[in-house]
């Protein structure tokens, strides 16, 4: 039957409003900073400027870590207790950012930000899955993702909106509001989900035995460091994003419209991949849209290499909602397949999948943006390079089947 799991705590609409907020907050928490790190770079004396970029990077890092941490201690614990560690730490670390008086207390404290939303970047689906089932609960991620598409779209808007008024640290103050909004919310009207006798001890052990099993398994790991590359990819343009449309093109305030502009692929892409799979399949679209990004970075990069590395505007936006599209439908799939021989793993698998994917993209999009010479080159060449070389883990996850 596809209903509810219960019949207590919030209506359909207000849990989709609850779990969107938590969803979103990693995203906000990313691109609500980008128009801000010149401010920041400036204020608090950052010599080189692609080291602003590590605003972006140490989040993801402290993401990477936090989900497989926070997955298996709330199977243990009970999802709410997991998600208030989580709000507390992240709320912690948006205070110390706040009130930074040098460049290496700021990533000190978007590490622990990345640590904290960790945790409801891992549990939302559980308590989705805790809730609901069936159509009911693809209902609920199909609202979800709607909302999580947007937020990309409006975060830079926010941020450049707060920077005019408040300056850098306002925007951190905003995170705090977010985060305490939100995790409110959650307290007052979500009930617990996990029984107490579905709860299981939290164990090292059972983490290794995991990381293990995922490790053995070719088709597993394969798409997990997939995944992972293709992710790099994109953590290279949101490093690299704000120099190149706010200083290389010059675009000053407007880099929140183009962003927002670009994302909607995106969006797009989310939207429609679940009509493209049931038609032509996952291991179909992964193909054809790596294949498909290459093919478009080979192209960008004979233009881009005409004037001196710099296309055309309008070509090289072209090239990256073309590009996004094609990660956009690869983000779904490549995880779904990644976890389709973990079934028994469950949730454990996916922190394993979440975790070691993201340990796989940080340092590779950290690399792209330190390479940024006042050209695309570098980002062109990255995100080229990296689907490539996911086509070769693909095929080699692939013959093992």
């Known amino acids: 039957m596809n209903a509810r799991a219960d019949q207590t705590g919030p209506s359909f609409t207000e849990f989709v409003i609850i779990i969107s907020l938590m969803m979103s907050l990693t995203a906000l928490s990313t691109d609500a900073m980008l128009p801000a790190l010149p401010q920041i770079g400036s204020d608090l004396r950052v010599q080189n400027a692609n080291d602003r970029q590590l605003v972006v990077s140490v989040l993801f890092?402290?993401?990477?870590?936090?989900?497989?941490?926070?997955?298996?201690?709330?199977?243990?614990?009970?999802?709410?207790?997991?998600?208030?560690?989580?709000?507390?730490?992240?709320?912690?670390?948006?205070?110390?950012?706040?009130?930074?008086?040098?460049?290496?207390?700021?990533?000190?404290?978007?590490?622990?930000?990345g640590l904290g939303i960790s945790a409801p970047r891992a549990i939302t689906l559980a308590l989705v899955r805790d809730r609901y089932k069936g159509r009911a609960m693809a209902r609920v991620m199909s609202f979800v993702m709607t909302v999580f598409i947007?937020?990309?779209?409006?975060?830079?808007?926010?941020g450049q909106t707060i920077l005019l008024f408040t300056g850098w640290r306002g925007i951190f103050g905003s995170f705090v509001l977010m985060a305490l909004l939100t995790v409110c919310w959650f307290a007052l009207r979500m009930p617990e989900t996990l029984a107490r006798e579905r709860r299981a001890p939290f164990s090292l052990r059972r983490i290794v035995h995991a990381t293990l099993e995922i490790l053995r398994n070719r088709t597993a790991i394969g798409y997990t460091v997939s995944a992972g590359l293709v992710s790099g990819a994109f953590l290279g343009y949101l490093n690299s994003a704000q120099q190149?449309?706010?200083?290389?093109?010059?675009?000053?305030?407007?880099?929140?419209?183009?962003?927002?502009?670009?994302?909607l692929s995106l969006g797009l892409a989310s939207f429609l991949n679940a009509r493209l799979v049931m038609r032509f399949g996952m291991r179909f679209l992964v193909w054809r849209s790596l294949f498909l990004i290459v093919g478009l970075s080979l192209l960008a990069l004979g233009i881009a290499l005409l004037p001196g590395g710099q296309a055309p505007l309008w070509l090289f936006m072209a090239?990256?909602?073309?590009?996004?599209?094609?990660?956009?439908?690869?983000?779904?799939?490549?995880?779904?397949?990644?976890?389709?021989?973990?079934?028994?793993?469950?949730?454990?698998?996916?922190?394993?999948?979440?975790?070691?994917?993201?340990?796989?993209?940080?340092?590779?999009?950290?690399?792209i943006g330190q390479n940024y010479n006042g050209t695309v080159l570098p980002l062109v060449v990255g995100v080229g390079l990296l689907s490539g070389l996911s086509i070769l883990v693909v095929r080699w996850a692939e013959s093992g089947s």
């Open 319 to 367: 090239y990256l909602m073309l590009t996004f599209f094609c990660v956009g439908i690869l983000f779904g799939n490549q995880n779904s397949l990644a976890m389709e021989p973990l079934g028994h793993l469950a949730g454990m698998g996916a922190a394993v999948v979440g975790s070691l994917s993201t340990l796989v993209s940080m340092p590779l999009g950290t690399i």
């Open 150 to 158: 947007l937020v990309p779209m409006i975060a830079p808007t926010m």
């Open 244 to 263: 190149i449309f706010q200083e290389q093109y010059a675009l000053g305030k407007l880099f929140p419209v183009v962003f927002g502009t670009i994302s």
């Open 61 to 113: 890092l402290g993401l990477a870590f936090g989900q497989l941490f926070f997955g298996p201690l709330s199977d243990s614990i009970g999802r709410k207790p997991t998600v208030y560690a989580g709000y507390a730490l992240y709320i912690a670390g948006a205070l110390l950012s706040v009130l930074a008086i040098s460049y290496p207390i700021m990533l000190a404290g978007r590490m622990l930000q």
